[in-house]
């Protein structure tokens, strides 16, 4: 979709803006899910926050 608003950039640029911006956010959530998950699942780390 993006490379095909490209032809059209001067005239419309909603036709590459909206694209851009979900795909910008499907790759922030991705990244942040991910942050979480690595926070959530990391044994190592977890146990270096318990007190001795």
Same mark, same amino acid.
């Given at each position: 979709?993006? /490379?095909? $608003?490209? /032809?059209?950039?001067?005239?419309? &640029?909603?036709?590459?803006?909206? &694209? ?6 499907v ?6 899910? $991910?942050?979480?998950? /690595?926070? /959530? ?7 270096? !926050? !318990? &007190?001795?």
């Amino acid at each position: 979709m993006i /490379r095909d $608003g490209t /032809r059209y950039m001067l005239v419309a &640029p909603h036709l590459v803006v909206f &694209p851009g911006l979900t795909l910008m956010a499907v790759v922030l959530a991705a990244n942040m899910l $991910g942050d979480w998950l /690595r926070d /959530r699942l990391d044994v190592k780390e977890q146990s270096s !926050r !318990r &007190p001795s």
